[in-house]
C-alpha cells in the first residue's frame, strides 16, 4: 500500500498472512466476533516456540457469587523463586479467549522474566455481562493473597496483567484493589480496551485489527443498559488518586491508542507513576501476529523488564 504508516516489517509479515486469508463478510455479532478472535489466537499461538520449563498447576477459587472459577499457575522451573507474581487476565474483547489460549504468550513471558502467573478464566459476555468478568479477576487477587505462602509469593510484590480486554480487567481489578485495599504493586497494560467513549478513526481503519465497530459490539453487551462508570470502564474513572504504579503500552495505528494516552495522563495528574511507551506502524495484537519483529521484540522487552522489577 503506497504511503502506508505500517511498520515495513510488520506489512511483510501482514502481507503473507492476509494473502491466505478468507474475507469475512458476515454480520458483526458477538458470536462472529469470538468465533473470529478465538481463532486468530489459535493460529499465532501455535506458531509461538514451546517453553518445556514452563509447569502449570490447576486450582479452583470459588468466586464471590458463589461460582467455582478456574485458576492457572504458569511457572519455570528455571528460575529463582524471588516471592513475585501476576495475576493475569487474557484479551479477547471480553466476549472470547480462554486461559489456555493465551497459554503460549503467558509461557513466553514466564520463561523470559522467571516471574509466575497466575491466570483466570474468568467468566465471558454474553453468558455474564456488568463488572461480573472484573470481579473474577479481582477474586483471583485476593484468591493469590490467600494463597501466597503456599506457592511462595510475596503479598507486597504482586502485580496485574492483562492485553486488550485482559488490560480493562487489569486496569478494573488495579480500582478494585484500591476500593478494598488490597495490595498491589503494578499494573501491566498491554494495549488496553479502556473506554466505552472511543469513536472511529478513520485514518487508521484500514490497519486496524480491532475496529470500531467491533468495539461497539463488545462494549454494548458487557454494559447492556447498566452503568457506565469504572472499574467496569476504566476510562470513566474519576479519582485515579492511590492506584498501584502502571505500565502501559500501545501501538499508534491501534483503536486504543488515544484512550491508553488519556488514561496514562489520568493516572499521572492523580500522582500515579506510569510509564507509557507508544509504538510507530503498529496496530492491535501486532506483537502476536509477528513477535520476531524489532518492534515487537522491544515491547516484549520492556514488559519483561517490568516483570522482572515487580
Not at 19 to 38: Q, Y
Not at 178 to 187: C, F, G, S, T
Request: with cysteine; net charge negative; proline share 7%.
Amino acid at each position: 500500500m503506497p504511503n502506508s504508516p505500517l511498520d515495513l516489517e510488520l506489512a511483510a509479515v501482514l502481507a503473507r498472512f492476509t494473502s491466505d486469508s478468507p474475507t469475512d463478510t458476515g454480520p458483526l455479532t458477538v458470536e462472529s466476533i469470538r468465533a473470529s478472535s478465538d481463532l486468530a489466537v489459535r493460529t499465532f499461538g501455535a506458531l509461538a516456540p514451546v517453553f518445556p520449563q514452563v509447569e502449570r498447576r490447576e486450582f479452583t477459587m470459588i468466586a464471590d457469587d458463589g461460582v467455582p472459577v478456574r485458576l492457572v499457575w504458569f511457572s519455570s522451573t528455571e528460575a529463582e523463586t524471588t516471592g513475585s507474581a501476576v495475576v493475569h487476565a487474557h484479551g479477547g474483547g471480553l466476549v472470547s479467549g480462554s486461559v489456555d489460549l493465551f497459554a503460549p504468550f503467558v509461557s513466553r513471558y514466564v520463561a523470559r522474566s522467571g516471574v509466575p502467573f497466575l491466570s483466570v478464566e474468568y467468566r465471558l459476555v454474553p453468558e455474564v455481562s456488568g463488572d461480573r468478568p472484573v470481579r473474577d479477576v479481582f477474586n483471583a487477587l485476593t484468591w493469590l493473597h490467600e494463597h501466597a505462602c503456599e506457592l511462595g509469593v510475596d503479598p507486597q510484590r504482586i502485580g496485574v496483567f492483562g492485553e486488550s480486554a485482559g488490560g480493562t480487567l487489569a486496569a478494573g481489578t488495579a480500582i478494585l484493589a484500591r476500593e478494598h485495599a488490597v495490595p498491589l504493586q503494578k499494573q501491566i497494560l498491554v494495549y488496553p480496551m479502556l473506554d466505552d467513549r472511543t469513536g472511529p478513526n478513520p485514518p487508521i481503519a484500514p490497519y486496524a485489527s480491532w475496529s470500531h465497530a467491533g468495539n461497539e459490539v463488545v462494549w454494548d453487551a458487557v454494559l447492556g443498559s447498566g452503568a457506565r462508570s469504572a472499574p467496569v470502564v476504566p476510562g470513566r474513572l474519576v479519582d485515579a488518586s492511590g492506584l498501584a504504579s502502571a505500565y502501559i503500552d500501545v501501538g499508534t495505528l491501534d483503536l486504543f491508542c488515544g484512550e491508553s494516552i488519556a488514561y496514562a495522563e489520568v493516572l499521572k495528574a492523580a500522582g500515579v507513576e506510569v510509564e507509557l511507551q507508544v509504538y510507530d506502524g503498529v496496530m492491535h495484537g501486532f506483537d502476536q501476529v509477528a513477535p520476531d519483529i524489532e518492534v515487537s521484540r522491544r515491547a516484549f522487552a520492556n514488559r519483561v523488564r517490568v516483570l522482572s522489577a515487580l
